[in-house]
């Protein structure tokens, strides 16, 4: 079956410019994360869906980011007034009810603001 | 200090040779634990989880001390297609997964 896919699969663009990315999880996953993952480091937790609902918005670094999912299914992470440091490859991953399920990984968008 | 903490490596291993990672977390209260793989320029992949008694899983070991708050994975007869990038990751109380920074295994024919 399809896995979580996301798009684009690259995607550069200037400082203080807007930026959307998006994830399509598994099919009937209820619960939908974004993770955020500089070069040389883990992942670092951004934001958690359960079904249309943010139930855990702890990670967002700061009020550019923010994160949608509307139908329960797709996921768009926006991102505005982009900066340098906001590089990286954002990476979502879903699982089946919750937290406590195995999460599969989509290949990631690579950001790169110049 | 990090939460999550493991020797970035790399380590370089002959084939066949036995290979082990440790890592460390901070917070006391963390409730499951996790070894990740992720290949170069791919997303991460679940190796296995790991609990208080030790698991095993064909050529993978992987063990918890609880104590000590440290984890190990072990690796036997690796393979060429083991070289990878090894994460260890902790899950806190609040369910949310805290991930090292990843040990790179590089295997040598």
């Known amino acids: 079956g399809a896995g979580v896919s996301q798009t684009p699969s690259n995607k550069v663009t200037e400082k203080g410019k807007y930026v959307e990315l998006r994830c399509d999880p598994i099919?009937?996953?209820?619960?939908l994360y974004w993770y955020r993952q500089s070069l040389g480091q883990g992942p670092e937790f951004l934001i958690y869906?359960?079904?249309?609902?943010?139930?855990?918005d702890s990670g967002l670094p700061n009020d550019r980011f923010f994160a949608v999912r509307p139908e329960g299914s797709v996921s768009t992470l926006k991102i505005q007034r982009t900066e340098r440091g906001d590089s990286a490859v954002y990476l979502c991953?879903?699982?089946?009810?919750?937290?406590?399920?195995?999460?599969?990984f989509g290949p990631g968008t690579r950001l790169t603001v110049l | 200090r990090k939460e999550v903490e493991q020797d970035p490596g790399p380590f370089n291993v002959p084939e066949g040779a036995t290979v082990a990672f440790n890592c460390t977390y901070s917070?006391?209260?963390?409730?499951?634990f996790f070894w990740y793989r992720q290949d170069c320029r791919k997303e991460p992949k679940l190796l296995m989880s790991?609990?208080?008694?030790?698991n095993e899983d064909g050529r993978f070991t992987a063990q918890l001390n609880r104590a000590s708050q440290y984890i190990s994975l072990l690796i036997r007869d690796s393979k060429l297609s083991d070289s990878a990038t090894y994460l260890c990751?902790?899950?806190?109380?609040?369910?949310?997964?805290?991930w090292g920074a990843g040990t790179k295994l590089i295997i040598k024919p």
């Open positions: 991953a879903s699982s089946l009810t919750g937290r406590t399920n195995e999460q599969f």
């Open positions: 099919s009937g996953h209820t619960a």
């Open positions: 869906f359960q079904g249309t609902g943010a139930a855990d």
């Open positions: 917070n006391s209260a963390s409730q499951s």
């Open positions: 790991v609990y208080s008694s030790g």
């Open positions: 990751v902790v899950e806190d109380s609040n369910y949310q997964l805290i």
